[in-house]
């Protein structure tokens, strides 16, 4: 079955990168197929930080995002990656990777994907 698999959080301080990677296995590519990133604070809603379609060029973001991160895909498709730049404390989160195979329109809802990651830690402090 679909595996996610987040690597790539850890401690930085404010104003630091950090590059996360989402792996897919036993993901299906040749179907219609999106892919996102979203994250959970402490006391906090998961939010939605940014989807991508991996077959095509569209990428949407949470305004809150745009401009710092960064989403996208390795040329096998199999690997998203989110890039974090100009990191503050309030983006301190567990970060999951989430896909979803129904469409490849990609969305910032949350009930729209099925496949989720374990998440990965962020801390920025």
């Known amino acids: 079955h679909v595996q996610l698999v987040e690597s790539g959080g850890g401690s930085v301080q404010p104003g630091g990168s950090l590059n996360l990677s989402c792996l897919a296995l036993?993901?299906?590519?040749?179907?219609?197929?999106?892919m996102g990133w979203f994250r959970q604070a402490p006391g906090k809603k998961r939010e939605a930080v940014a989807t991508?379609?991996?077959?095509?060029?569209?990428?949407y973001y949470t305004d809150s995002f745009k401009g710092r991160f960064t989403i996208s895909q390795d040329d096998a498709k199999n690997i998203i990656t989110l890039q974090m730049d100009n990191l503050k404390d309030e983006d301190t989160a567990t970060y999951y990777c989430?896909?979803?195979?129904?469409?490849?329109?990609?969305?910032?809802?949350?009930?729209?994907?099925?496949?989720w990651g374990q998440g990965t830690q962020v801390t920025v402090s």
């Open positions: 989430a896909a979803d195979l129904v469409t490849d329109e990609p969305s910032l809802l949350e009930t729209q994907y099925y496949y």
């Open positions: 036993w993901f299906p590519y040749d179907v219609n197929n999106r």
């Open positions: 991508i379609q991996p077959f095509g060029d569209r990428k």
